[in-house]
Nanobody
């Protein structure tokens, strides 16, 4: 599976961005982010049946969704804060459901190259 992210940019605090990831598959998929000198952390996950899960620090601000017709995964981000600055990666697993271990990067088999989000 080839995943390609887009949509990253520099925005001011309080702004919004929508990230896209082409190559979506009918499995559990996720958005991760990695800030400089920090570990890669899960941001949001979505089952193939549409169930979503969010990290506590983005819940209510970020929305993950899939457009199955266009094989695209999205991450709508609102009320962005400087601490959201990171490289954002989309990831695809080989499981239909996002199970208990799906918060870990090792759960995912395919990764995009990332898109940079900078909030100032």
């Amino acid at each position: 599976v080839q995943l390609v992210e887009s949509g990253g940019s520099s925005v001011q605090a309080g702004g919004s961005l929508r990230l896209s990831c082409t190559g979506s598959v009918p499995y559990c998929m996720a958005w991760f982010r990695q800030a400089p000198e920090k570990e890669r952390q899960v941001v949001a996950r979505i089952d193939d049946n549409g169930r979503t899960m969010y990290a506590v620090n983005v819940k209510g601000r970020f929305t993950i969704s899939k457009d199955k017709a266009n094989n695209t995964l999205y991450l709508q981000m609102t009320s962005l804060q400087p601490e959201d600055t990171a490289t954002y990666y989309c990831a695809a697993s080989s499981a239909g459901l996002c199970g208990a271990m799906s918060f870990q990067s090792s759960f995912y088999k395919s990764w995009g190259h990332g898109t940079q989000v900078t909030v100032s």
